[in-house]
């Protein structure tokens, strides 16, 4: 989890590492929430890490693909992929990741991939 702000004594906005702030504990944060900016400060970069689990399964690659569309990373950090990277690459270049490092699974264990944008 991200950073804590504390606003009253009853509630307390949390800072996810996107720059998102979330309420906790009080239902009134929503109008506060509404006149803070959503997103990142200018030119900082967004990177995202996630232990998938695996990317085998169809519905694992729709998750990621929300989470780069929602998120619009410039980087992706992606680790326990468990299959061999050639298989998803050409989904990580159609999101435009066109520079991706890749330590291959053994076997159907563990892999790891590093991807981002050009220009970055």
Not at 6 to 25: A, C, F, W
Not at 47 to 67: D, F, P
């Amino acid at each position: 989890m991200g950073k804590c702000k504390k606003v009253t004594d009853e509630s307390v906005l949390v800072v996810s590492p996107l720059g998102r702030l979330e309420p906790k504990s009080h239902p009134l944060l929503l109008t506060l929430l509404m006149s803070l900016p959503l997103s990142p400060l200018p030119g900082a970069m967004i990177i995202v890490s996630w232990n998938c689990r695996g990317l085998g399964h169809t519905s694992t690659v729709h998750e990621l693909k929300a989470l780069v569309q929602s998120n619009n990373p410039d980087c992706i950090f992606l680790a326990e992929i468990k299959v061999h990277p050639e298989m998803f690459e050409i989904h990580l270049r159609r999101w435009h990741f066109y520079n991706i490092v890749s330590v291959p699974t053994v076997g159907f264990a563990g892999g790891i991939t590093f991807a981002w944008k050009n220009g970055v």
